[in-house]
Structure formats: structure tokens, C-alpha cells
């Protein structure tokens, strides 16, 4: 996600805080370890045909439905509010991408509920709505009545399972919350997490679904750990012998990506990196040449959608994402796993959709065992 309220803390917001912190409504939602997730039903429930052995997942970051407006949290953009009339074009163009693709099962991150800066809109039960979905589960990983930073207001921002057959058992896991933020400034910023479901097909054994999204701007082992925390929970899983499928935005790049360091190309006007003096040498986010091995053990246990091998030997074909508008994508963040199968040579990483997010989704058959 985005570097938000990283700079600009001022007297004001201490004072927020201290009548925050003394009030019986705290402004900013604490998350307890485990939560169960908010359940969402279309407005009319769809017939949907049953899979005659696998299905198609997709996975992908939704940029909150604004496009590639420049934000002012990235892009180097100036924009923090923006109107109904400006973010539902987007929106439909979200929704007409995913009636193309036609996944079955669908994880989204950076989905907006109720957030000033997106006009209030529930994009969900828009999403819901106007798709072939039938039921979704949501989480929210940045709540706040209130954040009193760079005008954003309210904020209700999380990941989906969307799918046309029911979800249930649908939990949110905490991850480890930032190392390298003060008290006060992690308090209003989001807080990464996994959500959890189990789907049942009828004639198919039921199966459980993970959608994670990362810390994008941690500077210290905080991914580290959420990638352990992920690893954790799909090993508790598959011990039981239970399968699944698995992915979403994990903000790293994969082992052996031939750039690591995106600090120029991320650069905004007025920023300096890699410079003698410069405080800090790189952008957040925007170097993983630390992170160079942490997916790796995600790889050894589990089959990712795009064989390692695969994207080693063609890179540019399997990237995600980038942080600027005008430019093609750069780098791989968005991954699928399973400890199951997919169909061979079923992924495909929609680069097309270029103009509707600042990360392509990634999609994959993902094979079911029969009862």
C-alpha cells in the first residue's frame, strides 16, 4: 500500500491522538489475532454452472477503483479525495475486466467500503453486483473513523474472496504489525492481514482459500515475517490435509529478478536516493534487494502459478506491477499458490488491463478433487 502518513505528524495530530486515546471510541479499529469476516450477498443470486474438474483463479489489486490517477500516496500525484463522478468509471471498467476474464474465484486487495477519498462507495457490493458473483467476503486492513492526515477523513479499505458458491468459515488473520513506524503514526495506518474461506463445489471436496496482502513500505523485517506468517498458516492446512489455494499482493519480487532496486525509476520530483547524504539512501518500497530470498521457502513448499523457472527465463512477460501511469509494467508483486494442481500452462497475467489498476491480475485453472 501506500506511503501514507509517514511524514507531517504535527501537534495537531498528537492532540487528536491524546483525546483518541482517552475517549471510550477509540478513532482508528485495533484488530484482535483472528476475526471473522464480514459476509456480502449480490442483490440477486445468479445461476452459475458447476466446473466439470477445475476453475479459474484470479487474483488482483484494485488500486481502491481509482485507476491510474495520480494519488497523492503514489504515482507522485497531488489527488487525495476523489468525487463519485471521478471514480465510477473506473469502477466499471473493473467490473467489465473481471465479466471478460470470468474468474471463478476472485481475490481483491485494496478494496474500498466506505472511504472519503473514494466518495463513500461500497465497491464491493458494487463489484457483487454487477458480476457473476453471488457471495463475497471482506476484511478490513485500514479502518479509521477518522485520520487526520492529508485530508483522507474516514477510511474503510480491505481484501475480498468473491465467488459465485458460498463462503463460509471466512476469518481475518493479523499480521505482524510495522517495526519501523512510531506508535502514533502506526495507529492510523492500515495493518496487513490474510483473509481466510472454505468453498464447497457440490461433487467436489471443499477447499480453503487465502488472499494476503503484504506491507508494501516496510523497511525492516516486517514482510519478512508476513511472508512466514502466510507460510504458517498454509503449512497448518496442508499438515491437515486439506488443500488449498492461495495468493494475492505480496510486494516482493521473485528470487532471482534481474532488478531489484526500482529507487530511480519510483523517484518523485524533489527526491534524491542513492546519493551521497541522502537520508533515506533508498525510497521505501521501492528497493528489494534485501528481500532476495524471503518468497523462497513459499516456493519450495507450494506451486506457484508461474513456475519460478518460467518467470526466470522471461520476466517481462509475468510483471505486475508499476508505480508509474504513463510507464509499462515493471516488476512482478502478485502471486497464486496451491499445494494441490493447476492446469498446465493456464496462468495468464493480464497485462492488457493496463489503464485500470497499478498492479495486472494474475490468473490460473486450478484443479479440483472430485468426491
Not at 459476509?39 to 481509482?66: H, Q
Not at 525492516?220 to 498454509?234: C, G, I, N, S, Y
Not at 530470498?293 to 513456475?307: F, N, R
Amino acid at each position: 500500500m501506500k506511503k501514507i502518513i509517514t511524514h507531517g505528524i504535527s501537534l495537531l495530530l498528537f492532540i487528536v491522538a491524546g483525546i483518541i486515546f482517552n475517549s471510550c471510541e477509540p478513532l482508528a479499529t485495533g484488530f484482535e489475532e483472528t476475526e471473522d469476516a464480514t459476509m456480502y450477498t449480490a442483490g440477486n443470486l445468479k445461476d452459475y454452472p458447476l466446473p466439470d474438474s477445475a476453475i479459474r483463479v484470479m487474483t488482483w489489486n484494485i488500486r481502491f477503483g481509482i485507476g491510474r490517477t495520480p494519488w497523492f500516496g503514489d504515482a507522485c500525484g497531488n489527488n487525495t479525495i476523489l468525487s463519485k463522478e471521478e471514480v465510477m468509471p473506473h469502477l466499471e471498467d473493473i467490473v467489465n475486466q473481471i465479466n471478460v476474464v470470468k474468474p471463478d474465484i476472485l481475490f481483491l486487495q485494496e478494496c474500498d467500503i466506505l472511504s472519503k477519498r473514494t466518495a463513500y462507495i461500497d465497491e464491493l457490493q458494487y463489484i457483487l453486483d454487477h458480476t457473476h458473483f453471488n457471495y463475497a467476503a471482506y476484511v478490513s486492513e485500514w479502518k479509521s473513523a477518522y485520520i487526520p492526515s492529508d485530508g483522507l477523513g474516514r477510511m474503510d479499505m480491505g481484501q475480498v474472496i468473491l465467488s459465485p458458491w458460498p463462503i463460509t468459515e471466512s476469518k481475518r488473520i493479523n499480521l505482524a504489525t510495522r517495526g519501523d513506524q512510531s506508535g502514533i503514526v502506526n495507529y492510523f495506518y492500515l495493518h496487513s492481514c490474510v483473509i481466510t474461506g472454505t468453498i464447497k463445489i457440490p461433487g467436489f471436496k471443499e477447499f480453503s482459500v487465502l488472499n494476503i496482502h503484504a506491507s508494501a513500505f516496510a523497511t525492516d523485517d516486517t514482510k519478512q515475517k508476513h511472508f512466514e506468517e502466510f507460510k504458517a498458516e498454509l503449512d497448518r492446512l496442508d499438515e491437515k490435509g486439506v488443500y488449498f489455494v492461495a495468493g494475492g499482493d505480496l510486494n516482493t519480487l521473485p528470487p532471482g529478478s534481474d532488478s531489484t532496486d526500482f529507487c530511480y525509476e519510483d523517484m518523485c520530483p524533489g527526491e534524491s536516493f542513492h546519493q551521497p547524504g541522502d537520508d533515506p539512501m533508498h525510497k521505501p518500497g521501492s528497493d528489494y534487494t534485501p528481500e532476495s530470498t524471503w518468497i523462497l521457502p513459499l516456493y519450495s513448499s507450494y506451486k506457484c502459478a508461474v513456475p519460478l523457472t518460467a518467470y526466470q527465463s522471461n520476466q517481462s512477460a509475468y510483471f505486475t506491477h508499476t508505480t508509474r501511469p504513463e510507464h509499462t509494467w515493471d516488476r512482478t508483486l502478485d502471486y497464486l499458490f496451491t499445494n494441490h494442481r493447476w492446469v498446465k500452462d493456464s496462468d495468464i497475467t493480464h497485462q492488457d488491463a493496463m489503464e485500470l489498476s497499478d498492479h495486472a491480475a494474475v490468473s490460473a485453472e486450478f484443479v479440483l478433487i472430485k468426491e
